[in-house]
């Protein structure tokens, strides 16, 4: 298993926004070959950055 990480930065103000577009986006992102699941969670020190596990 592979387990991708990536840390998005979100500019402030739009997260909301971001928020409902990921969860659009993640029908494209669990269609991918091997995926397995997500999580996305968002960074409590910093509210306008977040991070995506995604293990393969």
């Known amino acids: ?11 402030p103000g739009l997260e909301s926004a971001f928020e409902n577009d990921f969860d659009l986006a993640t029908a494209h992102l669990a ?3 091997g995926y397995l699941s997500h ?7 910093n509210p306008n950055r977040y ?3 995604v293990p393969w």
């Open 1 to 11: 298993m592979i387990l991708e990480v990536a840390l998005l930065d979100v500019k």
């Open 51 to 53: 991070i995506l596990l």
């Open 39 to 45: 999580e996305l969670q968002r960074c409590v020190e």
């Open 31 to 33: 269609g991918a070959e």
